[in-house]
T-cell receptor
Framework: QKEVEQNSGPLSVPEGAIASLNCTYSDRGSQSFFWYRQYSGKSPELIMSIYSNGDKEDGRFTAQLNKASQYVSLLIRDSQPSDSATYLCAVRSGANSKLTFGKGITLSVRP | EADIYQTPRYLVIGTGKKITLECSQTMGHDKMYWYQQDPGMELHLIHYSYGVNSTEKGDLSSESTVSRIRTEHFPLTLESARPSHTSQYLC???????????????FGQGTRLTVV
């Protein structure tokens, strides 16, 4: 089993819809979780970080964490064509451990 | 705004040549990483460092080597380039220390390497 799995995708949603991106992780001791966005040909950039169970909202983005189920998700409300990109889930087991990335989910928002 | 720089941005080089990809950051971060990413594919960690004189191999086996003589500098070297090394190489850094559990990794612009 891979440490960080993002199995669904590619994902296509119409403009204005909610996009839901999911990620599971294998290390139950993982402590912090990140969502990065990567446009084609560009470097990843951080969108959200979360370390407590529950929801964390920032504008149109909501990160959801469920440590019991080892599951973290990203919701994008009112999706825009500019949200079309690959979204990478990343997990860190502790302050001094490395950051492990999933393979990413490609999101396409149709105008 | 991330202050992490990679040079060159693009490199086309012949088989058998020795190359060094440069990565520098001005944020004083202790942790630095090298990732390899083929187009449309996932990031693979090939090397990381927790500080000066500390380097570790990552999850993906790589024929490259790294050094960390200064905090701000983390170069990656290929002694003899091969076509199989053609890829994008991304350098990243993050903070370490108290409260760093949520410290994000900042990425450089990447070096796109083509070995012919």
């Amino acid at each position: 089993q891979k440490e960080v799995e993002q199995n669904s995708g590619p994902l296509s949603v119409p403009e204005g819809a909610i996009a839901s991106l999911n990620c599971t992780y294998s290390d139950r001791g993982s402590q912090s979780f990140f969502w990065y966005r990567q446009y084609s040909g560009k470097s990843p950039e951080l969108i959200m970080s979360i370390y407590s169970n529950g929801d964390k909202e920032d504008g149109r983005f909501t990160a959801q964490l469920n440590k019991a189920s080892q599951y973290v998700s990203l919701l994008i409300r009112d999706s825009q064509p500019s949200d079309s990109a690959t979204y990478l889930c990343a997990v860190r087991s502790g302050a001094n451990s490395k950051l492990t990335f999933g393979k990413g989910i490609t999101l396409s928002v149709r105008p | 705004e991330a202050d992490i720089y990679q040079t060159p941005r693009y490199l086309v080089i012949g088989t058998g040549k020795k190359i060094t990809l440069e990565c520098s950051q001005t944020m004083g971060h202790d942790k630095m990483y090298w990732y390899q990413q083929d187009p449309g594919m996932e990031l693979h960690l090939i090397h990381y460092s927790y500080g000066v004189n500390s380097t570790e191999k990552g999850d993906l086996s790589s024929e490259s080597t790294v050094s960390r003589i200064r905090t701000e500098h983390f170069p990656l070297t290929l002694e003899s380039a091969r076509p199989s090394h053609t890829s994008q190489y991304l350098c990243a850094s993050s903070d370490v220390g108290q409260g760093s559990i949520l410290a994000e990794a900042f990425f450089g612009q990447g070096t796109r390497l083509t070995v012919v």
